[in-house]
Nanobody
Framework: QVQLVESGGGLVQPGGSLRLSCAASGSIFSINLMAWYRQAPGKERELVATITSDGSTVYADSVKGRFTISRDNAKNTVYLQMNSLKPEDTAVYYC????????????????WGQGTQVTVSS
């Protein structure tokens, strides 16, 4: 019913920047929380940043001051601007959304994107 599609990953040198996008589509009435998670090889998936529908944000300590999460509610899209990238930021980045599905029940359901690889290396 709902799909999340990420884009914008790639290979970047340390100190560089990337901008990730995640577009939600399908039977969407509204979207509550949207977030970015990441998973490095051999590690558990960890929260990177969250943003509510009214724009309130939370960041992991490891990315504060370097990453910025934002969203366009009209486009059902969330972004992650990543600056001053470090090798330890290398991971698969996943988009997450708490969606109110546009059906007679209007219940909240959680969705994940397929992930996009970010590699920071010289």
């Amino acid at each position: 019913q709902v799909q999340l599609v990420e884009s914008g990953g790639g290979l970047v040198q340390p100190g560089g920047s990337l901008r990730l996008s995640c577009a939600a589509s399908g039977s969407i009435f509204s979207i509550n929380l949207m977030a970015w998670y990441r998973q490095a090889p051999g590690k558990e998936r960890e929260l990177v940043a969250t943003i509510t529908s009214d724009g309130s944000t939370v960041y992991a300590d490891s990315v504060k001051g370097r990453f910025t999460i934002s969203r366009d509610n009209a486009k059902n899209t969330v972004y992650l601007q990543m600056n001053s990238l470090k090798p330890e930021d290398t991971a698969v980045y996943y988009c997450y959304a708490d969606v109110i599905v546009d059906d007679p029940w209007r219940k909240s359901s959680l969705y994940w994107g397929q992930g996009t690889q970010v590699t920071v290396s010289s």
